[in-house]
Every structure is written in C-alpha cells, then in structure tokens.
C-alpha cells in the first residue's frame, strides 16, 4: 500500500530520505542495573504511604480539613513521580520548572480520579495522566507560531512512526513510507513536517554560543546596501537620457561626469554661461518630472 510514483510525480521522491524529525519526548535511557535495597525499601515505604493517605482522602467520613491534608500529602508525595515524567521532555524549549508545575496539575487530577478498587498501582495509573498534560502543554502553548492541532497531531504522529521505521529499516524512512505507516498521504506528510519549523523561533539578536565572539543572527544577515537606491535612480533614468538632445547630452556629461564648471562648458560649446545655467535647469527638471511621473504611473 506504499504509493509508487505516478505519471505526475517523480520517481526519485520514494527514494529520497527525509530529514530527521524532531521525537515528541526523549524516553529515559533504559536502567541496567538492578534496584538497591535502599530504593526498593523507599519504593514500599512510598506504596505503604500512598495507601494510607488514600485511606484518609477517601473517608467520607472524616472533616474536610483531614481530607485536604491527605490531599495534599499524596500530591507532595508523589512529586518525584512528576519530575521523573517531566525529565523526558527535556532540552525542548521550555523550563524544566515549568514543566515540573503542569505535570503537577495531571498528577492532581489523577490524585482526585484514582479509584483505589480497580488494585492498579497509583504510579502506574498517574502516569500517563502527567505525561498527557505536559504533552498537552506543548501543544497548545509550546508553539511560537499557532498551527492548527490536526498537524500539531500529525507532527508527533511522524516523530513516533519515524522512530519505530528507522529502527525497522535502518535509515530514515521516505515521505511515502512514512505515509503508509500513518494511513494519510505523502502531501500531509510532507505538511506535518514543514509545520515543526513553527514550533520554536529564533531570536535574531541571539548570539551562536561560540567563543570566538557574541555574533547574532542579525550580524549574519548583512545590512541594506545604501548604494542599492543608486542603482534603480540610474537605470530608471537611462530611457530618459536616450529622448534628450545631442547638445543636452553633453551639458549633462561635462557637468556631472567630467565635473566641469558652467563657465568651461560655455566655452566648450560656444554659448554664454547664462544659456548652459538655463539649459542644464531645464534638463534637470525635465529628468525630474519625468522620473516623479514614472514612480507614479
């Protein structure tokens, strides 16, 4: 079901790897070493603890100040839990602070939801509550410019199937193979990548980091070259100076170009200085006139 190249379509996109996509979170490296006994016992000394503090925020009967305070117990408690969730989506853009402070509000919610009667660990049922809110949290707030959440969707949609083909193919996968894996086509593909560049922006008064200097991006971009407006005044006015006159031709050469005064070029041509002043006015204003007429026509 991998779409093949049509009459329309180039042979060589099937064939041409796409650029690595940004994964949606950073999965924890994997622990290789067993568990000490110290962990294990903080580990049952948290479950024991949880569980008690369940208890009390679950006693209907109790005052509502105990189960607030039980409430707040189990939140503190399980913190760690959400720094741990946090820490996956780290080196993303966001402080790890405030990732830290909206996974709390998932664990809150999961703290208000947990049934204590289906016998599933807290942790186990907390998790994917966190993780939903801080993934949530990018986005709808993580982006620097909005895009629409269908490609929100399918950005993390190709980061996840970009991952699992690579590992299957050993290289990254094509646009096609991409758009097979997801059930869309290679358009939406092709979309869904070009919306991660709206994710996150630069500064242009950022600095590379480097230590060879604090140069920013703007320093790179150069400035605008004042000789550009010369550039366009000369060309506009090259059709102009073609309609003028043999003789207002060369008043305008050896004034401006060979920098000569009216009296020289008076003398040059054989008139009084007076008539060169009053030709080289009307000349001048008929460039003008004409350029003015040009910008505006």
Request: one cysteine or more; a negative charge.
């Amino acid at each position: 079901m991998t779409p093949t190249a049509g009459p329309d379509q180039p042979a060589v996109e099937a064939a041409t790897p796409l650029p690595d996509v940004v994964l949606p979170e950073v999965p924890d490296p994997p622990e290789t070493a067993e568990p000490t006994d110290a962990r294990r016992a903080g580990i049952e000394e948290t479950r024991r603890r949880s569980a008690e503090l369940f208890v009390e925020f679950l006693d209907e009967g109790a005052s509502q100040a105990s189960r607030d305070a039980a409430r707040d117990a189990l939140v503190r408690l399980h913190l760690p839990l959400v720094e741990h969730c946090a820490r996956r989506f780290r080196n993303r853009g966001e402080p790890f602070e405030d990732l830290v402070q909206v996974g709390t509000i998932g664990l809150i919610k999961s703290v208000d939801r947990f049934d204590t009667e289906r016998g599933v660990e807290f942790s186990t049922y907390a998790t994917p509550t966190i993780i939903g809110e801080i993934k949530r949290y990018f986005r709808d707030k993580g982006w620097a410019i909005r895009v629409p959440r269908r490609l929100q969707e399918l950005r993390m949609q190709i980061g996840t199937a970009t991952a699992e083909l690579t590992q299957d193919l050993g290289r990254s996968p094509t646009a096609s193979e991409l758009a097979a894996h997801i059930g869309c086509t290679v358009e939406e593909i092709v979309e869904g990548i070009e919306s991660s560049n709206a994710y996150s922006t630069l500064s242009l008064d950022a600095t590379d980091d480097s230590d060879d200097g604090a140069a920013s991006m703007l320093d790179a971009l150069g400035e605008v070259d004042a000789g550009m407006e010369h550039v366009e005044i000369r060309e506009s006015i090259k059709p102009l100076l073609d309609q003028l006159d043999a003789r207002e031709k060369k008043i305008l050469l050896l004034r401006f170009f060979k920098n000569m005064t009216q009296s020289q070029i008076a003398e040059e041509i054989g008139v009084s200085q007076m008539h060169v002043s009053r030709l080289l006015n009307r000349t001048l204003e008929q460039l003008r006139s004409s350029l003015q007429a040009a910008e505006h026509g």
